[in-house]
């Protein structure tokens, strides 16, 4: 899918908690995360890694029992991005 349009927002939802709403188009992914700064850290540290020029990336988002991970790849003209969500982390 190629996205000509990408939103990212955060909101707290209660003590340690947030919803991450990943928006790419028309296409909506709300994740409810803990530990949200170690997620939030690891998403921000992808996008500095690749605009520094490395070509691969993996965040990790805890929200336990579950997780969901970006891996980033392909960062030379494009950003390849795929979402997996482990039911057991």
């Known amino acids: 899918m190629n996205v000509a349009q990408f939103d990212m927002r955060w909101k707290l939802t209660g003590p340690g908690w947030a919803r991450l709403t ?3 188009d028309d296409e ?3 994740i409810d995360t803990s530990y ?6 690891s998403l921000l540290r992808a996008v500095g890694d690749l605009k520094g020029g490395s070509s691969a990336f993996v965040a990790w988002l805890s929200d336990e029992p579950c997780a969901h991970v970006f891996v980033f790849t392909g960062a030379t ?3 390849y991005v795929q979402v997996l969500h482990l039911p057991n982390e």
Do not use: S
């Open 22 to 24: 990943w928006v790419a």
């Open 28 to 30: 909506a992914l709300e």
């Open 77 to 79: 003209d494009y950003v």
């Open 36 to 41: 949200t700064g170690h997620g939030l850290q």
